[in-house]
């Protein structure tokens, strides 16, 4: 296995577990989520399921969707679906109650920021989308709309449907929305492999497009 593989490997899986563990730190926070975590926390709070496996669960069944959009899934893709949610459930089990709303704030920036070092880092891994943005790219293939309109429409669908289920909106979902951009954009340079080029497209257009998660 080559040097680049395994550091390509590497940077996939550290990305995966440490955007679980960056979305269980918003959780703990309590100040909001990021769009699909309210869909989540929304679905764990009626089901009574971690909202890890429901995070597994949707993903998976955002994977099925790619099949009518002709979309070919990758390593990470494939990946994104448990890893992510393994590792929230396991930084959810480890991680004590935030008290005041100091901490709880420090949380919700660390969560931020980790999440944004995540992308980076899986990303730049060039494994292939996660499932969600895979759906994104794939509507926006098959309806000619822009990536833009497809992530805005399918964002609110998620963020509404989560809110009227339980989740959890809040200063951290705005804050989300405002910060990930910039930050996934400078830790995909930071985290660009050398010799590689810059990451797919397809991939890394989807993401920043959407962060988008």
Same mark, same amino acid.
């Given at each position: 296995?080559?040097?680049?593989?395994? $550091? /390509?490997? @590497?940077?996939?899986?550290?990305?995966?577990?440490?955007?679980?563990?960056?979305?269980?730190?918003?959780? @703990?926070?309590?100040? !909001?989520?990021?769009?699909?975590?309210?869909?989540?926390?929304?679905? &764990?709070? $009626?089901?009574?399921?971690?909202?890890?496996?429901?995070?597994? #669960?949707?993903?998976?069944?955002?994977?099925?969707?790619?099949?009518?959009? /002709?979309?070919?899934? +990758?390593?990470?893709?494939?990946?994104?679906?448990?890893?992510?949610? #393994?590792?929230?459930?396991?930084?959810?089990? @480890?991680?004590?109650?935030?008290?005041?709303?100091?901490? /709880?704030?420090?949380?919700?920036?660390?969560?931020?920021?980790?999440?944004?070092? &995540?992308? +980076?880092?899986?990303?730049?891994? /060039?494994?292939?989308?996660?499932?969600?943005?895979?759906?994104?790219?794939?509507?926006?293939? =098959?309806?000619?709309?822009?990536?833009?309109?497809? =992530?805005?429409?399918?964002?609110?669908?998620?963020?509404?449907? +989560?809110?009227?289920?339980?989740?959890?909106?809040?200063?951290?979902?705005?804050?989300?929305?405002?910060?990930?951009?910039?930050?996934?954009?400078?830790?995909?340079?930071?985290?660009?492999?050398?010799?590689? !080029?810059?990451?797919?497209?397809?991939?890394?257009?989807?993401? =920043?497009?959407?962060? $988008?998660?």
């Amino acid at each position: 296995m080559s040097k680049t593989l395994t $550091r /390509r490997l @590497v940077q996939l899986y550290a990305g995966l577990a440490l955007y679980g563990a960056s979305s269980a730190l918003l959780v @703990v926070a309590g100040l !909001g989520l990021e769009p699909w975590g309210v869909l989540h926390q929304g679905l &764990a709070e $009626r089901t009574g399921i971690s909202i890890g496996v429901v995070s597994i #669960i949707v993903g998976a069944i955002v994977l099925l969707l790619w099949i009518p959009l /002709r979309q070919r899934p +990758g390593l990470g893709t494939v990946s994104n679906v448990f890893a992510v949610g #393994i590792a929230m459930d396991g930084t959810l089990a @480890v991680v004590p109650e935030a008290h005041g709303p100091v901490a /709880r704030a420090g949380l919700m920036a660390a969560g931020i920021v980790l999440n944004g070092v &995540a992308t +980076g880092l899986y990303i730049s891994a /060039r494994f292939g989308p996660g499932p969600r943005d895979g759906l994104m790219t794939g509507l926006h293939g =098959r309806t000619g709309w822009s990536i833009r309109l497809v =992530r805005t429409a399918i964002e609110i669908a998620v963020v509404v449907t +989560g809110f009227l289920l339980g989740g959890s909106l809040g200063a951290g979902t705005v804050l989300y929305a405002l910060a990930i951009g910039p930050l996934a954009q400078v830790f995909l340079r930071v985290f660009a492999i050398p010799g590689e !080029g810059a990451p797919a497209a397809g991939t890394s257009a989807s993401r =920043r497009s959407i962060l $988008r998660r």
